[in-house]
């Protein structure tokens, strides 16, 4: 039992189809193929020549090549659509593509294929921000605070204390996940969303001062909310972190470096 290379498949075809009453035999020979062998692929291929013979798959077949549609002026629209609208749906933008550009066709798997291969945009989870945190007068607050700290002579980071701010919930999944071909992804999540928790905290260029962790407390007394038809509903409720809790904390950090003696901080 031999096995052949497939340029010696590839070969053996071509001089059955392109040279008229050579034998399978006599093109078998000429690539070294066993004559049994040469003439049970030219049987198959005589029968069905859409199967070819074995192994060789359809690499006799004659490629068919796509017409290009998008080109270098559709690619940078698209990345400044996706730019300004990272949300924007495969019909929003080929809706988009079409108000431009009202000579070109293109199907939503076209279109998916060319963001990917051509602008490089791949399908991720969206972060949703605050759009007052990400506004532009925001933004260029934080650069003149930053700018006026590095043109200060005087500033060092040993003189300040920094603050944050983290939440979590324990209920919490991630979004994507693993599953089967052809099976959807499913996982069990509680019936209830469960409790946020706060973290605050304050470091130094030394190290961490203070970590605390709150939970939301039940409302003491119980507020009675008006309907429409002017009738009352007993309304139990929680109370997250608010202003008076960083204020709280704050004092324990000043506290805290005044026990170690950095109260100039």
């Keep these: 039992w031999r096995k052949y290379t497939m340029y010696q498949k590839v070969e053996f075809i071509k001089c059955l189809i392109n040279t008229a009453g ?4 006599a093109c078998g020979q000429a690539q070294e193929i066993n004559e049994r062998t040469a003439q049970d692929w030219a049987k198959k291929y005589a029968e069905d020549p859409e199967k070819r013979i ?9 490629p068919v090549s796509g017409t290009q549609v ?19 749906t495969l019909n929003e933008a080929r809706a988009a593509l079409y108000s431009v550009f009202p000579d070109i066709t293109i199907t939503l798997s076209g279109l998916q294929k060319h963001l990917v291969n051509k602008c490089t945009l791949m399908m991720k989870k969206l972060e949703k921000l605050p759009a007052a945190r990400i506004s ?7 650069y003149e605070i930053v700018k006026g700290w590095k043109d200060d002579q005087e500033f060092c980071f040993d003189d300040y204390v920094f603050l944050d701010e983290a939440g979590f919930n324990m209920h919490i999944k991630r979004n994507f996940d693993q599953s089967v071909k052809g099976q959807p992804a499913k996982t069990a999540v509680p019936t209830q969303r469960g409790v946020s928790i706060t973290i605050l905290g304050a470091m130094t260029k030394e190290g961490v001062i203070s970590l605390t ?7 003491a007394a119980r507020k009675k909310r008006k309907n429409d038809d002017k009738s009352t509903t007993n309304v139990n409720g929680q109370v997250g972190t608010c202003t008076e809790h960083f204020l709280l904390f704050l004092g324990f950090v000043i506290d805290v470096l005044d ?3 950095l109260g100039g901080k």
Aim: glycine share 4%; aromatic share 6%.
């Design 22 to 25: 050579k034998s399978a035999a």
């Design 70 to 88: 998008l080109f270098e002026e559709h690619s940078s629209f698209l990345v400044a659509l996706y730019d300004i609208r990272p949300e924007t």
């Design 213 to 219: 962790l709150r939970k939301p407390e039940a409302v």
């Design 259 to 261: 026990r170690h003696g």
């Design 54 to 62: 074995p192994q060789l798959g359809n690499m006799m077949k004659t």
């Design 136 to 142: 532009d007068h925001i933004i260029d607050l934080h």
